[in-house]
């Protein structure tokens, strides 16, 4: 059987996320994915497994945000090798303290069998704490 590409496959799940197509965008990661999370934040590790990224990290993140101010994801770039992949993007949003938000992220994606397997994510983390965590 052939599988999509890990271009097409990160294109595809930072599109998703970006649409609010989250079961989607979950269908792509693998059950036994890691996700890690730069710096020395309370969110700062690496995160195993769908409900880990899912549920507990990316919620956690999601809670940051005014109810209002739901940050938009827009995919600037994606260049890809093998089963890595490398994509960029900004978020832009409100942080539910009300100041606004604006970090451009980049992500090294592994691809396996058309499921996404590991992420290691890079990002402003000095902005993070400052706005969403101030």
Same mark, same amino acid.
């Given at each position: 059987m052939q599988h999509p590409d890990a271009r097409t496959v990160v294109t595809d799940y930072v599109t998703l996320l970006a /649409?609010?197509? %989250?079961? @989607? /965008?979950?269908? %792509?990661? @693998?059950?036994?994915?890691t996700w890690t999370y730069p710096g020395r934040l309370a969110l700062s590790r690496t995160w195993r497994g769908k409900q880990e990224i899912f549920g507990d990290f990316l919620g956690q993140v999601g809670a940051l945000f005014a109810a209002d101010g739901l940050p938009a994801?827009?995919?600037?770039?994606v260049l890809a090798d093998g089963p890595q992949a490398v994509a960029e993007w900004t978020v832009v949003g409100t942080a539910a303290n009300g100041e606004p938000y604006e970090n451009h992220c980049l992500g090294?994606?592994?691809?396996?069998d058309g499921r996404i397997t590991a992420v290691r994510e890079y990002l402003d983390t000095d902005?993070?704490?400052r706005t969403l965590l101030a």
């Open positions: /649409a609010g197509e %989250l079961d @989607a /965008a979950i269908a %792509l990661f @693998a059950e036994n994915a994801i827009t995919l600037t770039h090294v994606f592994t691809v396996e902005h993070v704490a």
